[in-house]
């Protein structure tokens, strides 16, 4: 067959591809969906190849099109294939070679450090089951070059050269319109300041809170360690605030005497809790008499089982510092992100952007400036969306199944779950055997900065439906 000549297209032949053994009397579908990811991980089949209709495989097998049908649905949760209306089901991704359970991994679990972090994803796991991305597979790489291509043809050659330090308004007046619709928040293009994502946002923020003589922040407790140890790293002293089931404990904040603090309102980071409406009041009142809210917008897109809440910032734009980015949404590898600071900030964030970096890069800002307009963003949100609560569920029933004592947490929104458990134990040996065992978590004492209950942050958005169950019902073996 000369493919050369008619591009992507059908297999016409279940033998080019599958084994020639008739199927099982029973568990066809798990069969079938075991031998076509085999298919994929030897490059039988090569990434953009088009697989045959589940008719015509299922007459050619013998079996039922409920059982391909089903199949190409699992593999396509998995992210290895991808359903393209008319032209039918393409091969999307490839298999990652797995490692087997139970291969050792010299990670040392127990230093808290931002380093931690680069040792736990250079291991070597069968399951990762560790937050804070997104389903990277369903990165939308088709919209991104279609987008790519058309920058590279109409951009000027004179918007190559250096650039608005505050980023290009193409993309500030996308993220203007972007937040105003989908977070509430009303922001000139002019008011908006991109940056290389959350991360750079902290940083900069610090440098102006330094500057002026404060290096004190509250931060939530249990809140993210990532984000703690960053404003750590630039000097800054964290002063853990409780959260409890209405999220942020304000008079916690009033009485600690932490000038700023830093919430994580729409999808609080592990718990989950969204800041009760009542708590929203007392917070702005505490910014009122004279303090700084820093809002991380984190995961605020992703909801399944709640209305959309408001971020902070809609409703106290002056008491605010909104930060957000695309790093949940597309991919933390593009490393672009947003800052809208009050008014009495900007002036200063935007110097301080300019003495760090001169600017993002233009190029990506345009593209991504593309996939808001044309609608590319939203489509892929729903996509993603609908896979991750997939996956969320089949992480419920798991731990429901495997850890039946651990109580559940943040389960209506975001990309991971927290389970806490009523006996003590540490949970960085936990956590520690886990990754023995071939599975990453993290340990919920690592986003704590005072005791409390042990636990796992959980995430589900990088993981198969079935790598999920396996990988918690290792986490219930080891815990007994």
Not at 267 to 279: N, S
Request: proline share 8%; hydrophobic share 40%.
């Amino acid at each position: 067959m000369d493919r050369t000549k008619e591009g992507p297209s059908a297999r016409t032949k279940t033998s080019e591809f599958l084994p020639l053994d008739r199927p099982p009397a029973a568990g066809r579908t798990d069969w079938l969906t075991r031998v076509l990811r085999d298919a994929i991980a030897r490059n039988a089949v090569a990434t953009g190849e088009r697989l045959p209709a589940s008719r015509v495989l299922a007459d050619e097998l013998g079996v039922s099109r409920g059982v391909v049908v089903e199949a190409y649905q699992r593999l396509t949760e998995e992210g290895l294939l991808a359903g393209h209306g008319r032209n039918g089901t393409v091969v999307a991704g490839v298999v990652p070679t797995p490692v087997p359970v139970g291969k050792p991994a010299p990670v040392n679990l127990e230093p808290r450090s931002t380093a931690l972090f680069d040792a736990l994803r250079a291991a070597p796991a069968n399951a990762d089951l560790a937050p804070g991305l997104p389903d990277l597979s369903a990165f939308p790489r088709a919209a991104w070059l279609r987008a790519e291509r058309s920058v590279l043809a109409d951009t000027p050659s004179a918007s190559l050269g250096y650039a608005d330090p505050r980023g290009t308004p193409e993309l500030r007046a996308s993220i203007s319109r972007w937040i105003a619709r989908t977070r509430g928040v009303r922001a000139a293009p002019d008011d908006i300041v991109v940056v290389a994502g959350v991360a750079q946002a902290f940083s900069l923020l610090t440098v102006l809170l330094r500057a002026d003589g404060q290096d004190v922040i509250g931060t939530e407790d249990p809140g993210s360690f990532g984000a703690r140890n960053q404003l750590q790293s630039w000097g800054m002293h964290t002063v853990p605030i409780g959260v409890d089931e209405d999220g942020l404990r304000v008079d916690e904040l009033e009485n600690s005497g932490a000038p700023t603090v830093l919430v994580t309102p729409a999808h609080q980071f592990p718990t989950g809790v969204v800041l009760a409406g009542a708590r929203r009041a007392a917070l702005v009142a505490w910014a009122e008499r004279g303090g700084l809210i820093v809002e991380d917008d984190y995961d605020a897109e992703h909801r399944y089982d709640r209305h959309p809440t408001a971020a902070l910032a809609a409703t106290a734009p002056d008491l605010v510092c909104y930060t957000g980015s695309v790093s949940k949404l597309l991919a933390p590898a593009l490393r672009i992100g947003w800052v809208v600071a009050p008014p009495r900030l900007r002036a200063r964030l935007v110097a301080v952007k300019r003495d760090t970096d001169l600017g993002n890069a233009t190029l990506p800002q345009l593209v991504l400036a593309q996939l808001i307009d044309n609608g590319d963003l939203e489509r892929h949100l729903r996509l993603t969306r609908a896979r991750h609560r997939t996956r969320r569920d089949r992480m419920i029933a798991a731990v429901r199944e495997h850890l039946p004592s651990a109580r559940i947490h943040g389960a209506a929104a975001g990309l991971h779950l927290t389970i806490t458990f009523d006996r003590e134990f540490a949970d960085t040996d936990l956590a520690r055997r886990c990754l023995d065992a071939g599975v990453k978590v993290h340990p919920l004492s690592w986003h704590r900065q005072r005791p409390g209950p042990p636990g796992l942050v959980l995430g589900y958005a990088t993981a198969s439906p079935d790598t999920i169950s396996a990988g918690v019902a290792v986490i219930g073996r080891l815990l007994g």
